[in-house]
Nanobody, 121 residues
């Protein structure tokens, strides 16, 4: 089994910063794409940013220039640096990882439990 554990959420004022971490553990053969999604109350879950195993990144337009995604492949960990936070960034942030548990398996998407980010005006 595979577990994704997130940390680093919290409450900040507008303009502040946070750093989220998400570590994958368990029966892991390899990890492909890793990413961060968020879901605000009453809204659908949306992609914030993702990163390939080779380090290629992709960002939602709403966070470009403010958020930075990175990963440590040796630790199976993905990070999200959130700068210049705005109240509209308030949401539960979820990490996701495409994991293969054996060399003969296909990649399966796993999700973390979510961490709350609250930005006050």
């Amino acid at each position: 089994q595979v577990q994704l554990v997130e940390s680093g959420g919290g409450s900040v004022q507008a303009g502040g910063s946070l750093r989220l971490s998400c570590a994958a553990s368990g029966s892991i053969f390899s990890v492909n794409n890793m990413g961060w999604y968020r879901q605000a109350p009453g809204k659908q879950r949306e992609l914030v940013a993702d990163i390939t195993s080779g380090g290629r990144t992709n960002y939602a337009d709403s966070v470009k220039g403010r958020f930075t995604i990175s990963r440590d492949n040796a630790k199976n960990t993905v990070y999200l640096q959130l700068n210049s936070l705005k109240p509209e960034d308030t949401a539960v942030y979820y990490c996701s990882a495409a994991v293969r548990t054996h060399w003969y398996d296909r990649f399966v998407d796993y999700w973390g439990q979510g961490t709350q980010v609250t930005v006050s005006p």
